[in-house]
């Protein structure tokens, strides 16, 4: 059964087809051989991505097994699943654990569209004070569905 409706990959479908500007890859990393005992979440995770990948030329969707894909997994610094890597050009670090249903879909949306774009929607003021950073950080957003 498919996780979007008609009506919602519909409306999904038409957003991307004006708002992808470039091409964006997602990796998708998951438990190897689907074990359901470690990662739960894994199977539905690849077939949302599927569903959302499907409805884009410009969204590619590689599938790898953690921690099988050691070159991947070391790459991309994962240490859970599902992780999800969103790049376009280049990794800027865009990193999504766990399964984007509920309010976290619409997250997803917008990171695949933002990053197509290249561009992001804070204001001149928070990119001017964020310019100022000399060091890498690292941001964490914990969410939890309520």
């Not at 038409?14 to 890859?25: G, I, N």
């Not at 990948?53 to 969707?61: F, Q």
Request: hydrophobic share 40%; proline share 4%.
């Amino acid at each position: 059964m498919p996780f979007l409706s008609t009506k919602d990959a519909t409306a999904v479908r038409e957003r991307f087809d004006k708002e992808l500007a470039k091409d964006v890859t997602i990796s998708l990393f998951v438990h190897e051989d689907g074990a359901k005992d470690d990662c739960p979440y894994c199977d539905d995770t690849k077939q949302l991505l599927e569903e959302v990948a499907a409805l884009s030329d410009r969204l590619k969707l590689v599938v790898y097994k953690y921690p099988t894909d050691k070159e991947a997994v070391a790459k991309y610094g994962i240490d859970k699943v599902p992780a999800i890597v969103m790049e376009q050009s280049e990794d800027v670090g865009i990193r999504f654990f766990g399964i984007p249903a509920g309010y976290e879909f619409a997250t997803i949306l917008e990171d695949l569209i933002s990053l197509s774009q290249g561009e992001t929607r804070l204001s001149k003021d928070i990119r001017d004070q964020l310019q100022k950073i000399s060091q890498d950080v690292v941001i964490k957003v914990f969410v939890t569905p309520t």
